[in-house]
């Protein structure tokens, strides 16, 4: 089954979604919460580095399913700013594997116009990795592909505080009316900026909350919780959490259009 539909740049794009799924009612924007790398490897007796090595495939994997069925865009939770409280010699480890990834990965993403980029404190991470990541959101800047954003050293308060001293600086300076600030005029100031809302969040591992991750933009996404680790999410868990998707009747705040039109008639 095929659709024509658009990326999250507005570029249309033929895909091939699985047989059940209605390939016009796929989520534009997918975000990702990779839990249970550790528990994967721990499950297998093996040590938890090899379960984030083996996460790395699954993002991989996810990211090519997701272009490859006409999702728009990927955000996925990769570092939050939590997570420097891990054991060092884990931090250290999850620091190089970022950038061994990345110099890896940089040409086969180019080729399939992947347009990715990194959201958090970029400034706080080592400073190979951000001269990489600099160089991967140049190069891919200008691709009409999948739109794929790695959250790192992120978290979703920090953002909101960030984006609001901007705005005072701006109303301090003279150049912003405090009175006219909206919710557009503070998405703009996201990290997010010019990338639409997540439709869905998933997150593996069966645990039941969002972790201080994109608190603004989660707003009306819709929830799938599988118990799924992540190392062992692949085409069936993306397709089964999309089939929970499309069971959904997004109301937005309002009336479902059965129950409205119950009312008006």
Same mark, same amino acid.
């Given at each position: 089954?095929?659709?024509?539909?658009?990326?999250?740049?507005?570029?249309?794009?033929?895909?091939?979604?699985?047989?059940?799924?209605?390939?016009?009612?796929?989520?534009?924007?997918?975000?990702?919460?990779?839990?249970?790398?550790?528990?994967?490897?721990?499950?297998?007796?093996?040590?938890?580095?090899?379960?984030?090595?083996?996460?790395?495939?699954?993002?991989?994997?996810?990211?090519?399913?997701?272009?490859?069925?006409?999702?728009?865009?990927?955000?996925?939770?990769?570092?939050?700013?939590?997570?420097?409280?891990?054991?060092?010699?884990?931090?250290?480890?999850?620091?190089?594997?970022?950038?061994?990834?990345?110099?890896?990965?940089?040409?086969?993403?180019?080729?399939?116009?992947?347009?990715?980029?990194?959201?958090?404190?970029?400034?706080?991470?080592?400073?190979?990795?951000?001269?990489?990541?600099?160089?991967?959101?140049?190069?891919?800047?200008?691709?009409?592909?999948?739109?794929?954003? !790695? *959250?790192?050293?992120?978290?979703?308060?920090?953002? &909101?505080?960030? #984006?609001?001293?901007?705005?005072?600086? =701006?109303?301090? /300076?003279?150049?912003?009316?405090?009175?006219?600030?909206?919710?557009?005029?503070?998405?703009?100031?996201?990290?997010?900026?010019?990338?639409?809302?997540?439709?869905?969040?998933?997150?593996?591992?069966?645990?039941?909350?969002?972790?201080?991750?994109?608190?603004?933009?989660?707003?009306?996404?819709?929830?799938?919780?599988?118990? !799924? *680790?992540?190392?062992?999410?692949?085409?069936?868990? &993306?397709?089964? #959490?999309?089939?929970?998707?499309?069971? =959904?009747?997004? /109301?937005?705040?309002?009336?479902?259009?059965?129950?409205?039109?119950?009312?008006?008639?």
């Amino acid at each position: 089954m095929s659709r024509r539909s658009a990326t999250s740049s507005g570029h249309p794009k033929v895909c091939a979604c699985p047989s059940g799924l209605d390939p016009y009612r796929l989520p534009n924007h997918v975000a990702v919460i990779m839990d249970g790398n550790g528990r994967w490897a721990k499950a297998r007796g093996l040590p938890r580095m090899v379960g984030h090595r083996a996460g790395v495939e699954a993002l991989k994997r996810t990211l090519r399913l997701c272009s490859d069925w006409g999702i728009g865009a990927l955000t996925a939770y990769a570092f939050s700013t939590e997570n420097w409280s891990r054991p060092g010699d884990e931090v250290n480890f999850l620091m190089t594997l970022f950038e061994r990834v990345l110099q890896r990965e940089l040409e086969s993403l180019e080729r399939e116009k992947v347009r990715i980029r990194f959201l958090g404190d970029l400034e706080g991470l080592p400073l190979g990795l951000q001269e990489l990541i600099s160089e991967a959101t140049e190069l891919t800047v200008r691709n009409n592909g999948i739109h794929f954003n !790695v *959250c790192t050293n992120y978290g979703g308060r920090r953002e &909101l505080v960030l #984006a609001a001293q901007k705005l005072a600086q =701006r109303a301090a /300076r003279g150049d912003l009316d405090p009175t006219l600030i909206d919710e557009n005029s503070f998405e703009a100031e996201l990290l997010t900026a010019g990338e639409v809302d997540p439709d869905l969040l998933i997150r593996t591992s069966g645990e039941r909350r969002i972790s201080n991750f994109l608190l603004w933009q989660l707003a009306y996404a819709e929830i799938h919780v599988t118990d !799924v *680790c992540w190392p062992d999410f692949d085409e069936v868990a &993306l397709t089964q #959490a999309l089939f929970d998707y499309q069971s =959904r009747c997004r /109301r937005f705040g309002g009336l479902d259009p059965i129950a409205a039109n119950h009312l008006g008639s």
